[in-house]
C-alpha cells in the first residue's frame, strides 16, 4: 500500500530564512508520480509540481526547490528566502501508475508559518 | 473555463439527514475524486470515477454514495449525516491517470450537528 508521511506538523521560522519540507513516502510501483500542493489560508489546493519516478533531477522555480532522492525515497520542499505570502500548510502527494485513476494519497500536512 | 465548481461553499445538517454535495468541471476530464479534509490531516479519498458510468470506493467510503451519469457532473451524496462526516469536502479532476495533475474545486465545507 502507498503512504505518504510528512513527519513536520508545524514549522515557524522568521521571513527571509530559508525552510526545508519533509516528505517520506512508500509504495510498491517502480512507476510512480509524486506532487507538492499549497493550502493557503483562504482554503483552496493550489498545485506546486508534479514528478516522475524516472526523474531524479533536482527542480527550481523561483525561490522553491524540490530535491527528489529514490533511494531514501524523500521528495523534500526548500523554500529560499521564505516570505511572509508563503505561509500555509503544504502537502505531499503520491500517484501510483499502477492504480492508474488519477487519484492520490497525500501526507497529513506541514503547517508553514512565516513571521515578518 | 470555470474549472471545478463546487455547490454548497458551506452546509449545516442536523444528524440522519441527507444530502447532495455537487462537483462539475467543465475541463472535459476523465478523471474525477471525491476527497475530505479533517482537521491536522492530508485528504483522504472517498469515492472516484474514471469516466463517465464508472465509480470506485477509496479509502473512507462508508457512509457516501456516488454517480457518475455525466463526464461533467460528480455528486456525493450523504446517506444519513452523522457527526463525524463534519468535514471540508474536495473534488478534483484530472485529464488521465496517475501520472496528470490533479485540479480541485474550492471545497465545501460540511458541519452535521
Known amino acids: 500500500a502507498q503512504k505518504v508521511t510528512q513527519a513536520q506538523t508545524e514549522i515557524s521560522v522568521v521571513e527571509k530564512e530559508d525552510v526545508t519540507l519533509d516528505c517520506v513516502y512508500e509504495?510498491?510501483?517502480?512507476?510512480?508520480?509524486l506532487f507538492w500542493y499549497k493550502q493557503p489560508p483562504s482554503g483552496e489546493l493550489v498545485f506546486l509540481i508534479r514528478r516522475n519516478s524516472f526523474d531524479e533531477q533536482n527542480e527550481i522555480s523561483g525561490r522553491y526547490s524540490w530535491n527528489f532522492q529514490k533511494s531514501t525515497s524523500s521528495f523534500n520542499f526548500t523554500i529560499t528566502a521564505s516570505q511572509v505570502v508563503d505561509s500555509a500548510v503544504y502537502f505531499c502527494a503520491l500517484s501510483e501508475a499502477e492504480a492508474n485513476a488519477g487519484k492520490s494519497t497525500f501526507g497529513d500536512g506541514t503547517t508553514l508559518t512565516v513571521k515578518p | 473555463n470555470a474549472g471545478v465548481t463546487q455547490t454548497p461553499k458551506f452546509q449545516v445538517l442536523k444528524t440522519g439527514q441527507s444530502m447532495t454535495l455537487q462537483c462539475a468541471q467543465d475541463?472535459?476530464?476523465?478523471?474525477m475524486s471525491w476527497y475530505r479534509q479533517d482537521p491536522g490531516m492530508g485528504l483522504r479519498l472517498i469515492h472516484y470515477s474514471v469516466g463517465a458510468g464508472i465509480t470506485d470506493q477509496g479509502e473512507v467510503p462508508n457512509g457516501y454514495n456516488v454517480s457518475r451519469s455525466t463526464t461533467e457532473d460528480f455528486p456525493l451524496r450523504l446517506l444519513s449525516a452523522a457527526p463525524s462526516q463534519t468535514s471540508v469536502y474536495f473534488c478534483?479532476?484530472?485529464?488521465?491517470?496517475?501520472?496528470?495533475?490533479?485540479?480541485f474545486g474550492p471545497g465545501t465545507r460540511l458541519l452535521v450537528l
Open positions: 509504495t510498491r510501483d517502480t512507476t510512480y508520480y
Open positions: 475541463m472535459n476530464h476523465e478523471y
Open positions: 478534483a479532476s484530472s485529464p488521465g491517470g496517475s501520472g496528470e495533475t490533479q485540479y
